[in-house]
């Protein structure tokens, strides 16, 4: 497998388990996530994106655990991938904040 391959695989990895992490957390919670794509930028860098919004009638806590389920479940998978993965997952978690703007996950923990 070439380097770049490699690295695309990643990417898509963390994306799936981001996503899945949100989705899961939800379920737990007796939810249903739905999700959107949506792409945005950062700089001129496209960036696919799953945005969600979350469901009625849930607690604080439960809103919290939903909104860092998603790197959390991406950070918790770390240990078992190539090392490339965690450099993916640590640019992800410092470049959120720049490219998500007001649809980002953090917005659901107030």
């Given at each position: 497998?070439s ?14 388990f ?6 899961l957390a ?15 930028r ?20 439960q809103?919290k ?6 790197f ?22 410092i470049?959120y ?8 996950d ?5």
């Amino acid at each position: 497998m070439s380097t770049i391959t490699l690295i695309i695989f990643q990417i898509i990895l963390a994306i799936i388990f981001h996503e899945s992490g949100h989705f899961l957390a939800a379920l737990l919670c007796g939810k249903v996530l739905h999700f959107k794509l949506v792409v945005n930028r950062l700089f001129f860098i496209p960036i696919p994106r799953g945005v969600w919004y979350i469901p009625e009638g849930l607690s604080l806590s439960q809103r919290k655990f939903i909104s860092q389920s998603g790197f959390s479940l991406e950070i918790l998978a770390i240990p078992f991938l190539p090392f490339i993965y965690g450099l993916i997952v640590a640019l992800h978690f410092i470049a959120y904040p720049w490219y998500a703007g007001s649809s980002n996950d953090f917005k659901f923990m107030y």
